[in-house]
């Protein structure tokens, strides 16, 4: 049972792709149309043909590159796919490749449990996320880096008040309401805690001179008759900031400061006197001579041109060096002053983050509770892999469903009633227990997500399926069916999907389950034109045997008829009897196949005698019966050298078995000029060739044509109903070279 929806079977307007490639990754041309009356195309396509090249093509146009031809890179690259009349978008293809072990959707993070829970979530996020940029926008101002800057000031908050963000900010506030506003306010932190700064700071004859710096400072302050080592110019200030905002002069109160030394009290009354009272106790001690001394032996050190700005700074602020012998104290106090000039938009933000917290609870509750898409696609998987020694489930519902994050998946393995559960941290742990195939089907659960998200968007995609089987069981190949089987017979979708294959096997599947009708299934094969997609009829795919009953008047299919009528025999009979005799009618069809002492005398007769013996709802040609089997093979096999290149699956059986027959005949003759009386009924090809290069080691190049005909033919006559791929994949062209080769070299 699909996730998705309905089967159905066609569609009712008929989708066209129109396919004009030039020097795309091997692909010297490629011009086609495909017209879908079915959303699956199916192309079988042998190694080497176009497959891979097709499919780097199709992933260059959905990303939107340009494809090239690696091997001449100067040649200029045609890549025109249009569907109905429209070129494709790079967003309505997407690639399958047969595995990607870097590959994630990113499309998982979309799949929502529960979309209101969504919106409620990201309108509090929302909410505390404007109030911290308005934040981070006054701090940054304050601190120096300027309101444009985009300085990420997270750790720096996070590192100087211990605790996450939000957290520490919240756990500051009584302290920061007590705190009040100071010239501290006005420190550059750019400058100070520039780390270049910080790194010369940190040297041992540096901070040596800061600590002499800091001493003298506190003797000749604690000179001054309002200036304590405790209460410096900068807390004056603060004192004198408070008592201006709260109208404390203006109201007619004065203030007496004390000279601890001569307990002389001195009386302001104004703001400005007290000001200035600060402003001249301050230049008296950064002036005082030996205070100027000291400073001059820190400010020698300052001779690197990257530390100018630090030390023009410092030259106007002298009374900040003494707090740099504590540089994380003064970090710290900065940042409070920082937050002191943005307190307004400080208490916004904890506010919006307080107020956010219960409903966010509930809403993580909630999301955590609830049943996701991603949900729903996990328990597809498990259902179609039923041969997995694991399962997935997913384990951070509500960080999905909330943040937008990927779903972390655990990955379950039971065996005799124990469990083992992987986090998604330890998926490396996991794969290295499992089979290649195993492995590779976590890679259909991301595009498993890939595929449902698009669906649930009604996105116009074009999938290219490459080899997505490749390296599963036949169990969990099936796995792999049914999914294409959503992909292309469900209700309500814009997919089209092209699979490329070169297992025949495969293809014969897409094809009985119509996912790919046989109507819309293609042989892709090499020609002087280019590539060229020959159709399928369902009987070359299904049943070629039966379709070629009604051809047997024609030598190839006749031929061809040998190699399946002997399996046959094989099959039902055996090859030999009980007692280990060889069955006549397999022996004698054998004979027919390779070149033994009695194949000259066979004739058309014998071969009809076999036939009718065991196909007797079929009937043998009217044909001359007289003529011997080898002159109708050759001459059945020089027919097809002028026929055209397609699936040719007749011809090509012929033209292998002629081929066969030719290098045996050879072979042998050329033994017995050497050997006489030797026997071949038992030999194989293989005993024969290795017995002609024993004794004509020097004829190298009959050697490498025979060793060409042994590596090309045999598959081809030991042909079955359930796997001739091998002869699809052979080209004509390249048989048919072969037979002319054997035909002019070997007589």
């Keep these: 049972m699909t996730v998705w929806g309905v089967n159905y079977l066609e569609n009712n307007v008929a989708d066209k792709l129109n396919i004009n490639l030039r020097y795309c990754y091997g692909i010297g041309k490629l011009e086609t149309e495909l017209e879908f009356k079915h959303k699956g195309y199916a192309i079988y396509a042998p190694n080497g043909v176009m497959k891979t090249s097709f499919a780097k093509t199709m992933m260059d146009l959905s990303e939107g590159n340009t494809p090239k031809d690696l091997h001449f890179p100067d040649r200029e690259p045609t890549c025109e796919i249009t569907l109905n009349g429209e070129g494709l978008k790079k967003e309505e293809v997407f690639v399958v490749k047969s595995y990607d072990d870097k590959f994630s959707s990113s499309q998982v993070s979309t799949l929502l449990a529960n979309a209101e829970l969504r919106t409620k979530y990201e309108r509090i996020h929302q909410s505390i996320g404007e109030a911290k940029k308005a ?114 002069f203006s109201a007619g109160h004065r203030i007496s400061l004390a000279d601890e030394k001569t307990d002389q009290m001195e009386e302001v009354s104004s703001d400005q006197s007290l000001r200035q009272r600060i402003e001249d106790e301050k230049l008296r001690v950064l002036n005082d001579e030996a205070v100027a001394k000291k400073f001059d032996t820190f400010n020698s050190k300052l001779k690197n041109k990257e530390l100018q700005t630090f030390r023009d700074y410092i030259t106007e602020n002298k009374q900040l060096l003494p707090m740099l012998s504590d540089p994380e104290g003064l970090k710290r106090d900065l940042w409070m002053q920082y937050l002191r000039v943005a307190f307004d938009e400080y208490k916004t933000l904890v506010s919006e983050y307080r107020t956010g917290q219960s409903a966010l609870a509930e809403i993580v509750k909630e999301a955590d509770e609830s049943r996701g898409d991603w949900d729903a696609v996990v328990a597809d998987f498990n259902r179609r892999f039923l041969y997995l020694p694991f399962e997935l489930s997913v384990e951070n519902k509500a960080d999905a469903i909330l943040k937008g994050i990927a779903p972390s998946i655990a990955f379950v393995v039971k065996d005799a009633g124990e469990e083992r559960r992987y986090a998604s941290s330890e998926k490396q742990d996991l794969l290295r227990a499992l089979s290649t195939g195993e492995s590779r089907a976590l890679y259909i659960l991301d595009i498993m997500y890939e595929v449902f998200v698009r669906w649930k968007n009604r996105a116009k995609t074009l999938f290219v399926f490459d080899d997505i089987s490749d390296s599963f069981d036949y169990k969990n190949k099936f796995a792999i069916i049914d999914f294409l089987e959503d992909v292309t017979k469900v209700e309500d979708t814009n997919f089209l999907a092209i699979v490329l294959t070169h297992n025949f096997d495969f293809l014969r599947t897409v094809s009985s389950r119509q996912i790919c009708p046989a109507h819309q299934c293609r042989l892709a094969f090499r020609s002087d034109d280019g590539i060229k997609l020959e159709p399928f009829e369902r009987t070359d795919i299904q049943s070629p045997f039966r379709k070629w009953q009604g051809r047997l008047a024609e030598p190839s299919v006749l031929i061809a008829y040998i190699p399946f009528l002997r399996n046959l025999i094989e099959y039902t009979l055996g090859a030999k009897d009980a007692d280990g005799n060889a069955n006549a009618d397999y022996l004698q069809l054998t004979r027919m196949l390779h070149f033994k002492d009695e194949t000259d005398a066979l004739t058309i007769q014998d071969y009809k005698t076999v036939f009718e013996s065991h196909l007797v709802s079929c009937t043998f040609p009217n044909i001359d019966l007289s003529q011997r089997v080898i002159d109708y093979l050759f001459a059945a096999a020089d027919a097809c050298e002028n026929v055209a290149d397609g699936i040719n699956l007749e011809h090509k059986i012929a033209l292998s078995i002629a081929i066969r027959v030719w290098a045996e005949r050879y072979m042998i003759a050329k033994i017995r000029s050497s050997e006489p009386e030797y026997g071949v009924a038992k030999k194989q090809t293989g005993e024969l060739f290795q017995k002609f290069k024993d004794l004509f080691n020097n004829q190298a190049d009959t050697i490498g044509l025979l060793r060409r005909v042994n590596l090309i033919t045999p598959a081809n006559i030991h042909l079955n109903a359930f796997m001739y791929e091998p002869i699809l994949d052979m080209g004509m062209a390249e048989l048919v070279t072969l037979y002319q080769d054997v035909k002019s070299d070997l007589n």
């Design 135 to 248: 934040l981070d926008k006054a701090l940054r101002n304050a601190a120096g880096f300027g309101e444009r800057s985009r300085e990420n000031l997270d750790p720096i908050i996070e590192d100087v008040f211990s605790g996450s963000y939000y957290e520490a900010l919240s756990a500051i506030e009584d302290e920061l309401t007590r705190t009040s506003q100071s010239d501290l306010s006005k420190a550059d932190y750019k400058i100070i805690y520039d780390p270049k700064v910080q790194q010369f700071l940190s040297s041992e004859d540096v901070a040596a001179a800061v600590e002499d710096f800091a001493q003298k400072y506190d003797e000749i302050t604690e000179q001054s008759p309002i200036l304590r080592r405790n209460f410096q110019y900068h807390n004056v200030a603060q004192v004198q900031q408070q008592l201006e905002a709260n109208n404390f």
